[in-house]
């Protein structure tokens, strides 16, 4: 089995209640599970969706052919009802869009009506629609129940009932209106876990003993911020909305110069407005990490769609010369882990960190069996009290062998702690001179680079051990690029690389990924752009040039078919 | 206790003559009477002359970039508000380039106390006008005179119940070591505006020119009245008033935050048992 839905409606409708839901009622009842969301610039009205892929198999990316398909507006007939197979359905309620389908996809279910005979409010007409979608699939009620009684347990018992009702009465017409269903949902397995993408990089970030996070709202980059006030009080963490980008970074730089492990997070504009304050924390040494959710650009560009647009801004971007380190999840489970690399390596090297993603990888949600916290780590790099106070001397710019200076917390002992963005002696106070500026240049940059190099991990490889075709990605093209490899590895020799651990770029040593490139016939670069940021940086970085490219940089991801059909194109 | 040579720093790169100077030798002499040691307090600042103000001194020190003083000072506050934090910046870099922090620091109320070495020029760049320039003067980039109207740190501040406003001048030492007192004394975000010559490019507002206008606010003024305070701000040109123009007691930001309540952020370590609860949210 391997079904998607489509719920298709105007914003402000709730599609995305209805979405959550479902997804949630799968993964509980132990299906593998994607989502995506499409939706648009606006509060109200509008064409998004929210689409579900369930089946028994892992998943990681969407598919272009729909099943069942929830229409609350004209404009998902319009738009999404060609998707629809041959055997799918069409659920709709022609008293609201004041229209009929004929045809034996189409199923007028009154989700209104139903909603205020049995529930008795309107409201619930998006619990009918619930309801509607698990008796078309054929599907137990028990767990919906569960989950309503959980999210309204706080308004009472009476809504709780009233919603159980509205959501029995959709389930109950379309098991009798369904018409020949052929759903079926195979045996459950156990529960999973379902987690967005910008909600694993909190997670991450919890976990990695963030306790500053600094942020102004921008899209995608604003649910981190959601997700960690969320867990302030939990977890102790201050979560402040800046005045603008600058001041985040800014506020970021000032709590993780005073001891805490620091955060901020914005879109390429936004960045922008951070990039001066990135070049302070490469001077003054002082970790940061920063999130990036890439979204098609220049300027304002589609504020709710995807791209992969902004790698070399991050790579090049601030003034003068030093050392950062760039990864860009693929999915959940490497956005927690890198997130929490990142804390790491930042704290360790006392450079900034970066982890790029993007709307879609932040929006879309995955089932995983669980998500290891074990595997994280935490070692706290700072000197503070007791190592501090044992010292006679301490220079908080001090050369050293491996260009990691001590890092102090400041009042934790009788040593003052300075650093300065001019640059400065091992003191930290400012100076002109020559000499000390090669020696500072060579700490923080010469002999961080080659250490920090070690630590990044190399691609991940997915396929063929012999392949013919290489497909190599980066970033959150992961997930469909695996599904293209997986349809298409019947008829090919074919494999992928994918690239999280992006900057220092990975070495050699321990997989000679550019080996492997070389003795393909064919390689690849799949990229959500239009000018292959990537491919330019492996030549750069490796000499190896692509011959092939699939660019999109439409705003929208690729589904499989999508991909596939452009495999097909390059490859035959 | 600290005595004046714990806080012996870089020899100062200030031209000689400059009010930066007698700042200085105050603050150093304000907080050896405090008693407060170098190790305790942090000063952030920015970029111009008086951003180097920490250097010549001994103390924890922040010296980011220009204009960008306020939400660093903010950080460290909120990551560690046991530790004392002053901020010291010049006319251009805290009301030119950080006005827009300087607005919302005001706002938000952090116990940050901020000392504006105020000369009504840029002196690193040499000579061009700043926010607070006297409307009309004539610079080598502003051949028809400086057309934006003179800024009035004091009247924004009283407009944004800024918790704590006052002004000296650097010519009156007594009196400026008076409002730095006052300042660390307040709880809440403070703007000291000090009056200061800059001789080598402002030839209007030297020492003799502050000194015949300054005037101390009378014993019976009472800062606590927001309204007359307004009207005290607005003074300016042949009468300059100085000392404690408006003040409140408001709650400041640390103090709003439930999460900081018992300890310092800085203070309070990981909990790795309850990181079990992170992931229970998405089953």
């Known amino acids: ?129 619930i309801g509607a979608v698990l008796g078309l699939l054929g599907m137990e009620m028990d767990i919906l129940l569960r989950i309503i009684s959980d999210t309204f347990q706080k308004k009472g018992e009476e809504v709780i009932k009233a919603n159980i009702s509205a959501a029995a009465a959709g389930y109950d017409f379309a098991v009798k209106d369904c018409g020949g269903c052929s759903f079926s949902m195979a045996a459950r397995a156990e529960q999973k876990l379902l987690i967005a993408g910008i ?14 996070y600094a942020a102004y709202p921008m899209t995608p980059s604003t649910g981190i911020m959601n997700y960690l006030a969320g867990k302030a009080q939990q977890y102790g963490i201050v979560v402040e909305q800046a005045e603008d980008e600058i001041a985040a970074i800014n506020m970021a730089l000032g709590a993780s110069y005073a001891g805490v492990r620091a955060m901020t997070a914005s879109s390429g504009g936004g960045f922008a407005l951070m990039v001066e304050g990135l070049s302070l924390a490469a001077m003054t040494e002082t970790p940061i990490v920063i999130g990036l959710g890439q979204r098609p650009g220049p300027a304002t560009g589609f504020p709710t769609r995807t791209e992969q647009g902004e790698l070399q801004f991050a790579l090049y971007t601030a003034h003068g010369e030093f050392p950062r380190i760039i990864f860009a999840p693929g999915d959940p489970e490497q956005a927690m882990n890198l997130t929490n690399k990142a804390f790491d390596l930042s704290e360790k090297y006392q450079v900034p960190a970066f982890v790029i993603f993007d709307t879609y990888l932040a929006d879309t949600q995955w089932t995983h069996a669980g998500l290891d916290l074990d595997k994280l780590v935490y070692t706290d790099y700072r000197l503070r009290a007791d190592a501090l106070n044992g010292l006679s001397e301490y220079k908080r710019h001090a050369y050293t062998d491996t260009g990691v200076s001590p890092m102090a917390v400041p009042g934790e002992s009788r040593h003052v702690v300075v650093t300065d963005s001019d640059e400065h002696d091992e003191d930290g106070h400012i100076v002109e001179d020559a000499e000390t500026r090669k020696k500072m240049v ?19 490889f997915y396929g063929d051990a012999v392949a013919d075709i290489v497909l190599v990605g980066w970033g959150s093209t992961y997930g469909v690029i695996k599904e293209a490899v997986y349809e298409l590895s019947d008829r090919q020799k074919i494999a992928m690389l994918h690239f999280s651990q992006i900057f220092p770029f990975p070495g050699r040593d321990a997989f000679d990924y550019l080996a492997l490139l070389g003795n393909a016939k064919k390689a690849i670069c799949i990229e959500q752009n239009a000018t292959g940021q990537f491919a330019r940086l492996m030549r750069a970085e490796t000499g190896f040039e692509f011959a092939a490219w699939i660019n999109r940089y439409d705003g929208r991801p690729f589904t499989v078919e999508e991909l596939v059909g452009e495999l097909h194109v390059q490859i035959g | 206790m600290s005595r004046l040579d714990d806080y012996k720093g870089q020899t100062p790169a200030w031209c000689p003559g ?66 004392p934090v002053f901020a010291v910046a010049g006319d251009g870099d805290c009301y030119g380039e950080g006005g827009n922090h300087l607005i919302h620091t005001m706002r938000k109320n952090p116990n940050i106390k901020l000392f504006v070495h ?166």
């Open chain 1, 442 to 460: 060579g700490k923080r940059l010469l002999k961080k680079m080659p250490l920090i190099q070690k630590e990044i991990e190399p691609p991940f």
């Open chain 2, 18 to 83: 400059c009010g930066n100077f007698s700042i200085l030798k105050t603050f150093k002499d304000t907080v050896v009477e405090l008693g407060l040691e170098p190790h305790q307090f942090t000063i952030v600042s920015g970029i111009g002359q008086a951003a180097k103000f920490p250097h010549y001194l001994k103390c924890n020190t922040f010296n980011g970039l220009h204009g960008r003083t306020l939400p660093v000072a903010t950080g460290i506050r909120l990551a560690n508000h046991e530790m």
């Open chain 1, 1 to 129: 089995m391997d079904y998607s839905i489509r719920i298709g409606g105007e914003a402000g409708q709730g599609i995305q209640t209805v979405g959550d839901t479902l997804s949630r009622v799968f993964a509980r009842t132990g299906y593998h599970v994607f989502t995506h969301q499409d939706y648009e610039s606006r509060i109200r009205g509008g064409h998004n969706f929210y689409q579900i892929r369930v089946a028994d198999r892992p998943l990681s990316a969407a598919r272009s052919r729909l099943d069942i398909l929830v229409a609350f507006d004209l404009a998902s007939m319009d738009n999404d009802a060609a998707f629809v197979a041959e055997q799918g359905r069409i659920i709709y309620d022609s008293a609201v869009l004041k229209q009929k389908f004929d045809g034996p996809t189409f199923r007028d279910v009154p989700f209104t009506a139903l909603a205020v005979e049995h529930g008795g409010s309107r409201i619930m007409a998006n619990t009918v629609a």
């Open chain 2, 118 to 283: 105020d000369n009504q020029v840029y002196g690193l760049t040499k000579g061009q006008a700043s926010p607070t320039t006297q409307e009309g003067t004539v610079t080598k980039n502003l051949p028809f005179g400086v057309f934006s109207e003179q800024l009035n740190p004091m009247a924004l501040a009283v407009a944004l119940d800024c918790s704590f406003v006052a002004r000296s001048f650097s010519g009156d030492q007594d009196h400026l070591k008076s409002m730095v007192k006052a300042a660390i004394d307040h709880k809440g975000f403070c703007l000291v505006d000090i009056l200061q010559p800059c001789v080598s490019f402002n030839k209007i507002n030297t020492h003799e020119w502050y000194k015949q206008r300054v005037y101390h606010l009378e014993p019976e003024y009472d800062p606590t009245d927001r309204v007359k305070a307004f009207e005290r701000s607005l003074q300016w040109g042949d009468r300059i008033p100085i000392g404690i123009i408006y003040r409140n007691s408001r709650l400041s930001l640390e103090e709003r935050i439930p999460i900081i309540h018992d300890m310092p952020l800085v203070k309070q370590s990981p909990d790795i048992n309850k990181l079990g609860d992170l992931l229970k949210e998405f089953y």
């Open chain 1, 199 to 212: 909600d694993a990089i909190g997670v991450g970030a919890v976990a990695s003993d963030c306790k500053f």
